[in-house]
């Protein structure tokens, strides 16, 4: 008898996988140091803050019907960075930190763009900060170092990336090159290049290389910060998808869009820059749903994130949160550093004159209430760290006025909102998943196990 059931299950199995449905478009949304509690934050500021959002601010993702969530560690380190976490995505390998597309052997290990375009699939990578950073580049370059753009770069040119976009190209200092020199290379190449996403959506039979309207700048603007006429990651994912529901139609696609500004914002400990950030990416989930209604039997749609960053805490003291406090906040902490600076070259900043900046851009005093402790800080960063010695808080990317954070920090505090870091943590990451064959992606315990699933779903 149990022989015969034995035998029934091999054969339920053999019947299951062989009647599995081939994943033929695969989206992987990658939040770029979002952990958990940042997903859930982003739910509540929205519920709080934004309450003209569909479904009482709720991000389309977090209802998906795969939700789980994965270590993310690197070999050397239980706090992984980007580029060794996104390995772990692309390949379905562990590395050393600053490693990109190889073991912690520096082999080359085949990632999902190279498998995806091995079975003819076309591949997209977009993303909001440089195209050649570390996240992208995992999908597509193999090095022992992060920071040699140029030759992430080269190894792009060479890859079967098919559709690339990002804010720009970055280059190193010393190599004393700019993206126009990448540019030319890309023209040379044979690539479509334009800083223009509707251009971009209708280039047919080419590759396509789509930058944002400022070269200079690593990133595209925070969301919170930008004009109407600033690019954004929904106007790159929706020239991705477009271009792809064109080009791909019939190959299927492997696309990875990485919302990469969420991690610099919660490196400054910012939360509603960090907030923002999310929504964007929710609303770049939005576009490939919309794709997914077209496609249900095909497509698969995957959010998750390399690594959490800031340690985020909900909730510190007394039991409570208060986020509608953080309503007033009308531009990130650097644009606030920049107004500050630029008061500082003026020579003549008065106490009234700071204090009339935190009340119009952080709603300080008349909408958010502080405590007496809290303006005694203020006033002694104000004298000391910003008249006198001009204090910067000097980040991973940013430099901060000190001002500028602790006018945040108290802020994020008024709203029971606490950072523990101004770096990576080992916390687990959240992972969603929707759509064709994605109950197998709750297997999915460690970052690894993204890259191997990923992998085995389009060989053949
Ligand atoms: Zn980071």
Request: charged share 25%; with cysteine; glycine share 6%.
């Amino acid at each position: 008898m149990k022989r015969f059931r034995a035998l029934v299950c091999l054969l339920m199995l053999l019947v299951g996988s062989a009647t599995a449905q081939q994943v033929k478009y695969i989206f992987l949304f990658v939040g770029d140091g979002m952990g958990i509690n940042h997903v859930l934050g982003t739910e509540l500021y929205n519920a709080a803050v934004h309450p003209e959002m569909d479904n009482g601010g709720q991000l389309s993702f977090t209802r998906f019907p795969v939700r789980t969530y994965c270590t993310s560690h690197a070999v050397e380190s239980l706090v992984t960075d980007s580029s060794a976490a996104a390995t772990a995505m692309a390949t379905g390998v562990k590395t050393i930190s600053g490693y990109m597309g190889v073991d912690a052997d520096k082999n080359w290990i085949e990632n999902i763009s190279e498998v995806a375009s091995k079975q003819r699939m076309k591949v997209g990578i977009v993303t909001n900060v440089g195209m050649n950073h570390a996240t992208p580049g995992a999908f597509y370059a193999h090095s022992v170092s992060r920071g040699i753009y140029r030759e992430i770069f080269e190894h792009y040119l060479a890859s079967g990336v098919d559709f690339a976009a990002g804010a720009t190209i970055l280059c190193r200092k010393k190599e004393g090159l700019k993206a126009d020199y990448y540019i030319n290379k890309a023209r040379e190449a044979g690539v479509y290049v334009t800083q223009d996403s509707r251009e971009a959506a209708d280039v047919k039979g080419r590759r396509v290389l789509l930058l944002s309207d400022s070269l200079t700048r690593r990133t595209m603007r925070y969301a919170i910060d930008r004009t109407e006429s600033d690019p954004t990651i929904v106007d790159f994912s929706d020239a991705a998808i477009k271009y792809m529901s064109r080009e791909a139609i019939d190959s299927g696609f492997f696309l990875m869009i990485e919302a990469g500004h969420i991690d610099h914002a919660a490196h400054d400990n910012d939360a509603v820059t960090t907030f923002e950030e999310i929504n964007d990416l929710n609303s770049s989930v939005a576009l490939a749903l919309k794709f997914y209604e077209q496609h249900p039997d095909e497509t698969l749609i995957i959010v998750t994130a390399d690594h959490e960053t800031g340690g985020l805490a909900l909730g510190y003291s007394n039991y409570k949160m208060a986020l509608d406090r953080l309503a007033h906040q009308k531009m990130s902490m650097g644009a606030l550093t920049r107004r500050m600076q630029q008061m500082r070259k003026t020579g003549k900043t008065s106490w009234t004159d700071m204090e009339t900046l935190l009340r119009e851009e952080l709603g300080f005093w008349d909408k958010v209430k502080l405590r007496e402790k809290d303006e005694a800080q203020l006033k002694k960063t104000f004298e000391k760290n910003y008249l006198e010695n001009g204090d910067l808080v000097v980040g991973l990317y940013a430099s901060n006025e000190k001002m500028a954070s602790v006018a945040i920090e108290i802020l994020n505090k008024r709203a029971y909102v606490k950072w523990t870091s101004l770096n990576h943590t080992g916390a687990q990451v959240p992972l969603f998943a929707k759509g064709c064959r994605s109950a197998e992606f709750m297997e999915c315990y460690d970052n690894t196990d993204i890259g191997k699933t990923l992998k085995r779903l389009i060989s053949k």
